[in-house]
């Protein structure tokens, strides 16, 4: 069964400066892997996808992702965070046939200081 | 864009009674699901559907638990006699094919009392 770690809970970073969220998952084979972020009281917007093909991945919002096979890692990155992506960040890991269901991390909060 | 719809946004309701969660997927979309988060925890998987049948379920979708596609447009997600655990933000999702991403409405928050 497929797992996802992420393993800082909340980082803040100030305006302007970059950002990397860390995710590592645990499956068999190379995994759908998928990052989605969500504003308070709101639902779970997908960022970016990866499923095959080239490793960097480009999404949303200027967000960008880069899986590495050797270090079961997708992590999250943006160059110049702004105050709007203040938010909860989700690593979420599908497997490819069978299971349909997402396995989510707990999830990074963003907290973005002037 | 094309959006999931849920509703309601926020349903209050007292322990033992039954709640139906409502969800309009994205209208090409063929697999549908719900999870849940209980407040401070981790996204978790409920149930997948799929040509009109449930095609996986967790171990937390108990007998309690039924979903149904009543008709060509919404999606819902019944709890026969909730408890205070099923407090939580329940979340609809649904894909257009195997692999491809889920997209999520912006939940119901269920509290129950």
């Known amino acids: 069964a497929q797992s996802v770690t992420q393993p800082d809970i909340h980082i803040t970073v100030s305006e302007g400066a970059s950002l990397e969220l860390r995710c590592n998952y645990s499956?068999?084979?190379?995994?759908?892997l998928f990052w989605y972020v969500q504003s308070p009281g709101q639902g779970l917007q997908l960022l970016l996808k990866?499923?095959?093909?080239?490793?960097l991945v480009q999404g949303i919002k200027g967000f960008e992702a880069e899986f590495k096979r050797s270090q079961s890692s997708f992590n999250l990155r943006k160059p110049s965070v702004h105050w709007s992506d203040a938010a909860e960040y989700f690593c979420?890991?599908?497997?490819?046939?069978?299971?349909?269901?997402?396995?989510f991390g707990k999830g990074t909060k963003l907290t973005v200081n002037p | 864009e094309p959006e999931v719809t849920q509703t309601p946004s926020h349903q209050v309701t007292q322990m033992g009674q039954e709640v139906i969660l409502r969800c309009v997927p994205i209208?090409?979309?063929?697999?549908f699901y719900w999870y849940r988060q209980i407040l401070g925890q981790k996204v978790e998987f409920l149930v997948s559907?799929?040509?009109?049948?449930?095609?996986?379920k967790s171990e937390i979708f108990d007998d309690q638990f039924s979903v149904e596609r009543p008709d060509g447009s919404n999606f819902t997600l019944k709890i026969r006699s909730t408890k205070l655990e099923d407090s939580a933000m329940y979340f609809c999702?649904?894909?257009?094919?195997?692999?491809?991403?889920?997209?999520f409405g912006d939940g119901t928050r269920l509290s129950i009392l």
């Open positions: 979420a890991v599908g497997a490819r046939g069978g299971s349909e269901k997402l396995v």
């Open positions: 559907f799929y040509n009109n049948e449930i095609s996986e």
């Open positions: 999702a649904s894909s257009g094919s195997r692999g491809q991403p889920q997209h």
């Open positions: 990866y499923f095959s093909g080239d490793t």
């Open positions: 499956y068999g084979a190379t995994p759908y």
């Open positions: 209208s090409n979309h063929l697999y």
